[in-house]
């Protein structure tokens, strides 16, 4: 017999209940993902979220898989933090578009207090538009969490990006502890989190496993858990050591796998199916859909690298009759997702 469909939000999973999910025939892993998926959330409506890179390249962390760290070799130039009108043009023309989410990234290890002020004003800004706001800058102080949260904040993006074991393979000048340390701050200053990392930069089955463990046993499961699938780039330490070992690539399956157990284990949050598009056929997206992811970036630009674009998404959701999801469905699942662990949310009374 099966069992019903786990819709309460655990924080105690196990890395065995985990591996054993990852274990499951693939179709019957799906099977699982999509009960839940429809348990908690509208099944073919998917969150879009836009990103702009707010300032690029030259950041002092070494990031294995980042074109930006100025240890890489990418060709990315570094700039100076854009200026606020800029910024607030570029959300405008991401709402035109249908976009409920403007992402601002830094390449910052973290900002400097001279920053916050020309921050603030973009926080401000794109929420008088009527989206979401998300920022990505780096470690947080919590005055500069309180700072954000203060200016409206939504969401703050910091990837945990893989396994406590393969942390420092991947990023030396930095540790999990400190990520860890910056979403705790996020979650205290009553900013909804966002965190995820990266699939497919050589890492093992059980990276993942140990990858979407720290996620779903966090204090609150992250609100937004975007799954990346890495982008190669040529010139960083990953970019390049997996053209050198082409078969070290993660197959689509293990890809999808990964997306169903983060939605088994982190029932309201939302998945985004995010970097790592562009080069993924349209059924491999589907299946990850079906599998319960509900977000994506939406554009032709991710932060450097590209994205699928806008026609191209749109031809993929009148195919696969997908629609975007509203605001108010978002903050419904916000308030799901903050329900304190083991209440079951009752309908109003007829
Ligand atoms: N500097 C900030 C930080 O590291 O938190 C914000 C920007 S950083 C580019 C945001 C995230 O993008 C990273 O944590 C990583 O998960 C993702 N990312 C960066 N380069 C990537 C790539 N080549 N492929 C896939 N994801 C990538
Ligand atoms: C996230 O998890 N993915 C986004 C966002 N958070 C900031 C970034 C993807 C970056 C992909 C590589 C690039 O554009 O340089
Ligand atoms: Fe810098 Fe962020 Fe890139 Fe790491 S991921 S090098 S912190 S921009």
Known sequence: ???????????DWTREEIAALFDLPFTELVFRAAEVHRANHAANEVQLSTLLSIKTGGCAEDCGYCSQ????????????????????????QAADQGSTRFCMGAAWR??????MPAIIEMVKGVREMGMETCMTLGMLTPEQADMLKEAGLDYYNHNIDTSPERYD?????????????????????????????IVGMGETREDRVGFVHTLATLPDHPQSVPVNALVPVKGTVLGDMLADTPMAKIDDVEFVRTVAVARITMPHSMVRLSAGRESMSEMTQAMCFMAGANSIFTGDKLLTAPNAGDDTDAAMFARLGLKAMAISETQEQVDASRMPKGCVKMEPAE
């Open 1 to 11: 017999m099966t069992e019903a469909p786990q819709t309460e939000p655990r924080t």
């Open 69 to 92: 760290s100025v240890k890489a070799d990418s060709g990315v130039k570094a700039t100076k933090l854009m200026d606020v009108q800029a910024v607030l043009q570029r959300a405008a």
């Open 110 to 115: 973290n900002p400097k207090d001279r920053d």
């Open 169 to 197: 393979q991947v990023i030396t000048t930095r540790t999990m502890e400190d990520r860890l340390d910056t979403l705790s701050e996020v979650r205290r200053a009553g900013i909804n989190v966002c965190s995820g990392g």
